[in-house]
Nanobody, 123 residues
Framework: QVQLVESGGGLVQAGGSLRLSCTAS????????MGWFRQAPGKEREFVAA????????DYADSVKGRFAISRDNAKNAVYLRIDDLKPEDTAVYYC????????????????WGQGTQVTVSS
């Protein structure tokens, strides 16, 4: 199993940028595809981005393409989400997740979840 801890969220002005980090415990991090999801107040959790075990391929939700970038550093047991041109509709709790399947945007395919980090975008 793996334990995940997110960090890097905060309050930013629209148009600004953030880098979210997710650090995993354990020695088997490279066995997992990783994803980022977000959940806005009153909304269901939705897919944001995913990355393969090696970090060679990424997938993004249509709503964030061109603004979000996912990356990973297996030597540091970490995955990152760079967010540019933040918009008020990006306000949500952001979660990282790990899964043993091939990289996917399906929430139920992920096996382990962090506690989330809050991103709030002011207008």
């Amino acid at each position: 199993q793996v334990q995940l801890v997110e960090s890097g969220g905060g309050l930013v002005q629209a148009g600004g940028s953030l880098r979210l980090s997710c650090t995993a415990s354990g020695r088997t991090f490279s066995n997992y595809a990783m994803g980022w999801f977000r959940q806005a107040p009153g909304k269901e959790r939705e897919f944001v981005a995913a990355i393969t075990r090696s970090g060679g391929t990424a997938d993004y939700a249509d709503s964030v393409k061109g603004r979000f970038a996912i990356s990973r550093d297996n030597a540091k047991n970490a995955v990152y989400l760079r967010i540019d041109d933040l918009k008020p509709e990006d306000t949500a709790v952001y979660y990282c997740a790990a899964g043993v399947v091939s990289f996917t945007r399906v929430l139920a395919d992920y096996d382990f979840w962090g506690q989330g980090t809050q991103v709030t975008v002011s207008s």
